[in-house]
T-cell receptor
């Protein structure tokens, strides 16, 4: 298994541009999580899905952020418009049913908004 | 609400010496507790977990952690540190009986472990 796959690994964009981050979870895992990591705030849960349905999006910073999971093998996190304070590493993680909460993380997408 | 505290931003230890990385937690019910490690430019990797049973749990790479309910702690330990153990370590918690909104893990702020040769 290739693990959780995220793309792009690095993204540099200008303020105001739309950013789309992508995630492919491990096949058979039914829960997917988006986390954001910054020096100031550490690891923050943004949103998570169970069986493709958003369960808790209370961590999504504001309306500029949106996440979708159209099927079991793909999720996107979109920021529109992006701002410099959105600069962070965004991690996707997946978890199997009955997996005692062991998350498998992707390598992350490092976003820099100029 | 559930929360995790890692009181040390950094821990320095000499190679061959024992190491401890501290973690305390707060949940309303019984906890699921985890340790993850992050190497530079990588995602977090699972080390070990406590769900129930023995208070001392053993994990990957020779690490172990001790669950102490009275002190609400879950400190990570290793008898003999290696230079290759140098990384960022995260403690995480989930409330076993939490409602839907708390089924995700809450992570601590992380502790950087530096093992000197």
């Amino acid at each position: 298994d290739a693990g959780v796959i995220q793309s792009p690994r690095h993204e540099v964009t200008e303020m105001g541009q739309e950013v789309t981050l992508r995630c492919k979870p491990i096949s058979g895992h039914n829960s997917l999580f988006w986390y954001r990591q910054t020096m100031m705030r550490g690891l923050e849960l943004l949103i998570y899905f169970n069986n493709n349905v958003p369960i808790d999006d209370s961590g999504m910073p504001e309306d500029r952020f949106s996440a979708k999971m159209p099927n079991a093998s793909f999720s996107t996190l979109k920021i529109q418009p992006s701002e410099p304070r959105d600069s962070a590493v965004y991690f996707c993680a997946s978890r199997e049913t009955g997996g005692a909460n062991v998350l498998t993380f992707g390598a992350g997408s490092r976003l820099t908004v100029l | 609400a559930q929360s995790v505290a890692q009181p040390e931003d950094q821990v320095n230890v000499a190679e061959g010496n024992p190491l401890t990385v501290k973690c305390t937690y707060s949940v309303s019910g019984n906890p699921y507790l985890f340790w993850y490690v992050q190497y530079p430019n990588r995602g977090l990797q699972f080390l070990l977990k406590y769900i129930t049973g023995d208070n001392l749990v053993k994990g990957s790479y020779g690490f172990e952690a001790e669950f102490n309910k009275s002190q609400t702690s879950f400190h990570l330990k290793k008898p003999s540190a290696l230079v290759s153990d140098s990384a960022l370590y995260f403690c995480a918690v989930r409330d076993l009986y939490g409602d839907t909104g708390r089924r995700a893990l809450t992570f601590g702020s992380g502790t950087r472990l530096q093992v000197q040769p």
